[in-house]
């Protein structure tokens, strides 16, 4: 009776698994899409450029202005495609990671090395796409804002504020990645006893 159980349950976290990497391929493909159209991809621009290249007063009231930038050229489009590949091959490793721990769960067997290693990858992935895809968007975003006559501001550490729940989660699986280890050196002492 056992073993249908656990089928059943591994294939919902395949199916699971399956659904969260194919619609971070998908997102990948239509901004990718976007990108090397003709158009060229949209752009947001900051309220004091898009107010200074709009010409707008200086009492109007903008916080930010989404603009397509179709003269991009190819540095910039490889820059922003690089970014886009970032975070969907991040998105991907990190459901194939959490796939690993959650049938090492099913199976009641939580402390492995390979859940060990799956929280490990799931700590460096998302911690390198953290720094890794702003620094790279930043680029792309830049080639695409000067090719609109827009002087594009440098980031700062605030642009990186939306990405501190990735971070906290990279550490979060750091810190479990740690506990699971030493769950299973426990476990093989014990077992050692017995």
Do not use: C, K, N
């Amino acid at each position: 009776m056992a073993a249908p159980s656990r089928t059943a349950g591994a294939l919902d976290l395949i199916v699971y698994g399956v659904a969260a990497s194919l619609t971070a391929l998908a997102v990948a493909v239509y901004r990718i899409t976007e990108i090397v159209s003709p158009a060229g991809p949209a752009v947001t621009v900051g309220a004091d450029a898009a107010s200074a290249a709009l010409r707008l007063s200086p009492g109007a009231a903008v916080d930010a202005v989404v603009v397509r930038a179709p003269d991009l050229g190819a540095g910039g489009r490889a820059w922003m495609i690089a970014a886009v590949l970032i975070a969907a091959v991040a998105a991907i490793i990190v459901a194939a990671a959490l796939m690993r721990v959650a049938f090492a769960v099913r199976r009641g067997r939580v402390f492995t090395g390979g859940a060990t290693r799956a929280l490990t990858v799931i700590a460096a992935t998302l911690t390198i796409a953290a720094f890794a895809w702003p620094i790279v968007d930043g680029m792309g975003r830049q080639h695409a804002v000067q090719s609109l006559g827009i002087r594009f501001e440098t980031l700062s550490m605030l642009d990186l504020l939306p990405l501190l729940p990735v971070i906290l989660v990279a550490v979060a699986a750091a810190v479990l990645a740690g506990a699971f280890a030493q769950g299973e050196r426990l476990q093989r002492d014990t077992e050692g006893l017995v």
